[in-house]
Protein backbone atom coordinates (compact mmCIF):
# COMPACT_ATOMS: atom_id res chain seq x y z
CA UNK A 1 0.00 0.00 0.00
CA UNK A 2 1.16 3.70 -0.68
CA UNK A 3 0.29 6.68 0.64
CA UNK A 4 0.09 9.54 -1.08
CA UNK A 5 -0.46 13.16 0.61
CA UNK A 6 -0.47 16.37 -1.43
CA UNK A 7 -0.18 20.27 0.22
CA UNK A 8 0.00 23.49 -1.30
CA UNK A 9 -3.75 24.27 -2.87
CA UNK A 10 -5.09 27.25 -1.46
CA UNK A 11 -7.10 30.24 -3.19
CA UNK A 12 -5.25 32.60 -5.47
CA UNK A 13 -5.58 35.64 -7.54
CA UNK A 14 -5.31 35.00 -11.54
CA UNK A 15 -2.09 35.34 -13.22
CA UNK A 16 -0.60 33.79 -9.50
CA UNK A 17 1.30 31.12 -8.77
CA UNK A 18 1.16 27.85 -6.64
CA UNK A 19 3.23 25.03 -5.96
CA UNK A 20 1.82 21.68 -4.95
CA UNK A 21 3.69 18.88 -3.65
CA UNK A 22 2.86 15.16 -3.31
CA UNK A 23 4.55 12.73 -0.88
CA UNK A 24 4.89 8.70 -1.39
CA UNK A 25 5.09 6.80 1.52
CA UNK A 26 4.56 2.87 2.30
CA UNK A 27 6.89 -0.11 2.58
CA UNK A 28 9.15 -1.28 -0.72
CA UNK A 29 7.21 0.17 -3.45
CA UNK A 30 8.56 1.60 -6.97
CA UNK A 31 8.10 4.56 -8.97
CA UNK A 32 7.40 4.49 -12.69
CA UNK A 33 5.65 7.70 -12.98
CA UNK A 34 3.88 10.24 -11.03
CA UNK A 35 1.12 12.63 -12.29
CA UNK A 36 -1.40 15.09 -11.61
CA UNK A 37 -4.87 15.14 -12.19
CA UNK A 38 -7.55 17.27 -11.62
CA UNK A 39 -11.53 17.67 -11.22
CA UNK A 40 -13.74 21.06 -11.54
CA UNK A 41 -16.99 21.19 -10.19
CA UNK A 42 -19.36 19.22 -12.50
CA UNK A 43 -16.82 18.20 -15.37
CA UNK A 44 -14.58 14.56 -15.04
CA UNK A 45 -11.40 14.18 -13.69
CA UNK A 46 -9.19 15.02 -16.25
CA UNK A 47 -4.84 14.40 -16.89
CA UNK A 48 -3.06 17.59 -16.25
CA UNK A 49 0.82 16.41 -15.96
CA UNK A 50 2.89 13.89 -15.76
CA UNK A 51 6.53 12.88 -15.02
CA UNK A 52 9.40 9.69 -15.91
CA UNK A 53 10.40 8.82 -12.62
CA UNK A 54 13.80 7.80 -13.58
CA UNK A 55 13.63 10.11 -16.76
CA UNK A 56 12.77 13.53 -14.99
CA UNK A 57 11.17 13.89 -18.68
CA UNK A 58 7.67 15.61 -17.94
CA UNK A 59 4.05 15.83 -20.18
CA UNK A 60 1.42 17.90 -20.30
CA UNK A 61 -2.11 18.73 -21.17
CA UNK A 62 -2.72 21.62 -23.57
CA UNK A 63 -4.42 23.88 -21.44
CA UNK A 64 -1.70 23.79 -19.31
CA UNK A 65 1.19 24.00 -21.48
CA UNK A 66 3.89 27.08 -20.97
CA UNK A 67 2.40 27.86 -17.44
CA UNK A 68 3.18 24.38 -15.77
CA UNK A 69 5.86 22.52 -14.94
CA UNK A 70 6.71 19.19 -12.51
CA UNK A 71 9.70 17.69 -11.44
CA UNK A 72 10.22 15.08 -8.80
CA UNK A 73 13.26 14.46 -5.89
CA UNK A 74 13.78 10.65 -6.28
CA UNK A 75 14.93 10.47 -2.57
CA UNK A 76 12.24 12.78 -1.02
CA UNK A 77 9.75 10.38 -3.49
CA UNK A 78 8.09 13.67 -3.82
CA UNK A 79 6.69 15.09 -6.89
CA UNK A 80 5.72 19.25 -7.38
CA UNK A 81 3.46 20.61 -9.69
CA UNK A 82 4.95 24.38 -10.09
CA UNK A 83 1.60 26.41 -11.44
CA UNK A 84 2.18 29.83 -13.02
CA UNK A 85 0.18 32.36 -14.11
CA UNK A 86 -2.72 30.67 -12.72
CA UNK A 87 -6.69 31.28 -14.55
CA UNK A 88 -9.91 30.58 -12.91
CA UNK A 89 -10.31 27.90 -15.10
CA UNK A 90 -7.53 26.21 -13.44
CA UNK A 91 -9.80 26.13 -10.08
CA UNK A 92 -10.35 22.43 -9.07
CA UNK A 93 -9.40 19.77 -7.04
CA UNK A 94 -6.05 18.39 -7.90
CA UNK A 95 -4.78 14.60 -7.26
CA UNK A 96 -1.48 12.89 -7.26
CA UNK A 97 -1.42 9.37 -8.58
CA UNK A 98 1.80 7.40 -8.85
CA UNK A 99 2.13 4.30 -11.20
CA UNK A 100 4.24 1.58 -9.87
CA UNK A 101 4.82 -0.36 -13.27
CA UNK A 102 2.69 -0.18 -16.69
CA UNK A 103 0.74 2.88 -18.32
CA UNK A 104 -2.34 2.90 -15.02
CA UNK A 105 -1.94 4.66 -12.35
CA UNK A 106 -2.05 2.45 -9.03
CA UNK A 107 -2.32 5.04 -6.15
CA UNK A 108 -4.33 8.01 -5.69
CA UNK A 109 -4.27 10.71 -3.46
CA UNK A 110 -7.14 12.49 -1.53
CA UNK A 111 -6.74 15.97 -3.68
CA UNK A 112 -5.77 19.45 -2.70
CA UNK A 113 -8.33 22.24 -3.69
CA UNK A 114 -6.79 25.20 -5.96
CA UNK A 115 -9.17 28.39 -6.40
CA UNK A 116 -7.95 31.08 -8.65
CA UNK A 117 -10.36 33.92 -8.15
CA UNK A 118 -10.10 37.72 -7.70
Known amino acids: QVQLVESGGGLVHPGGSLRLSCVAS????????MGWFRQAPGKEREFVAN????????AFADSVKGRFTIFRDTVKNTVYLQMNNLKPEDTAVYYC???????????WGKGTQVTVSS
Open 97 to 107: ALSRIGPGYDD
Open 26 to 33: GRSFSINR
Open 51 to 58: IGWHSGMG
